[in-house]
């Protein structure tokens, strides 16, 4: 039971970061029904400019998860003027978009090698706490506790932005119907561009709270395999759903961390996307997809 009991915190913590990250790419699918297949590249990016600020320019840990959340999202705000504005302007299908952003996501990698090279690299020690907490048998580090809390905050902060401001409402009007919410007077143009900037900004934070977690190593690549974690978790969620992506996210994490612990971490990936094939298989829409419209 102890072994359970710490297994399911170090899973929470890795599962929430998955959540996070599943976040932006669900609010640009919630707005424009597509899938940005460069936002695992701006969670790269997030995280190499955190790097820079830590062990460049010598900044503290707030700061340059500051710095790696404006940096990334004013990348998406650019993304979506170059890549995908002239393609909806011209009204170009989903398939046009999707291809466009795989493209855009080679780009973004191969100029992140030319910056900061092919090597992974590490975060500065004393950028990452290394204090620990015992309670009973469950030990917690200080690191996994400001995560969670930092990605509690986020998730708190998004909800009350979407369901409690103008901007939450414009941004879910433009996701319900966006020729309506036009004819309304809704700026589509300026709701699609901060969806970008929200969405790529959480995106950043994740590639630093994964650096962080992992040794604080990053590199031009890691968004890979977290690219398919957080797609992974916004299908079993529920595509659209912000709720349905934070509780992909979390069994995701839960789910691989258990995995690891009482089968083999070989199996972690395959046993991971075979369970979500099952769910699949069972409740196509994911677990809070049924009859829901379109949902920032």
């Not at 995908?84 to 170009?92: Q, V, Y």
């Not at 890979?224 to 992974?232: E, I, N, P, S, V």
Request: charged share 10%; aromatic share 8%; net charge positive.
């Amino acid at each position: 039971m102890a072994v359970f009991l710490q297994q399911l915190v170090n899973g929470v913590s890795l599962g929430s970061v998955y959540a996070l990250f599943a976040l932006g790419f669900t609010l640009v699918f919630g707005v424009l029904e597509i899938i940005n297949l460069a936002h695992p590249a701006v969670l790269a990016i997030g995280a190499l400019l955190a790097y820079s600020l830590l062990a460049g320019a010598k900044t503290g840990l707030a700061v340059a998860l500051a710095g790696a959340c404006a940096g990334a999202g004013l990348l998406g705000v650019l993304i979506d003027r170059v890549a995908f504005r002239p393609l909806r302007l011209r009204g170009a299908s989903r398939l046009s978009s999707l291809i466009t952003s795989i493209g855009v996501a080679l780009i973004l990698v191969n100029l992140a090698q030319i910056v900061w090279g092919t090597e992974p690299l590490s975060y500065p020690p004393a950028a990452v706490p290394l204090r620990f907490f015992t309670a009973g048998t469950v030990t917690v580090s200080l690191l996994q506790l400001l995560v969670l809390a930092l990605v509690v905050a986020l998730m708190i902060g998004l909800r009350a932005l979407l369901l409690r401001t103008r901007l939450g409402l414009a941004i879910r009007a433009v996701a319900e119907n966006p020729q309506t919410a036009s004819l309304l007077g809704m700026p589509f143009d300026r709701v699609v561009a901060f969806t970008f900037f929200l969405s790529s900004a959480l995106g950043g934070v994740a590639g630093v709270l994964v650096g962080m977690l992992f040794q604080g190593s990053v590199s031009p690549f890691m968004g890979t395999t977290y690219g398919l974690k957080g797609l992974a978790a916004i299908i079993l969620g529920g595509m659209g759903d912000v709720t349905g992506a934070v509780l992909g996210g979390l069994a995701m994490g839960v789910g691989e961390v258990m995995i690891v612990q009482y089968l083999n971490s070989s199996y972690r990936d395959a046993v991971a996307f075979g369970l979500l094939f099952m769910v699949l298989v069972l409740r196509p829409t994911g677990l809070l997809g049924q009859q829901r419209g379109r949902e920032a």
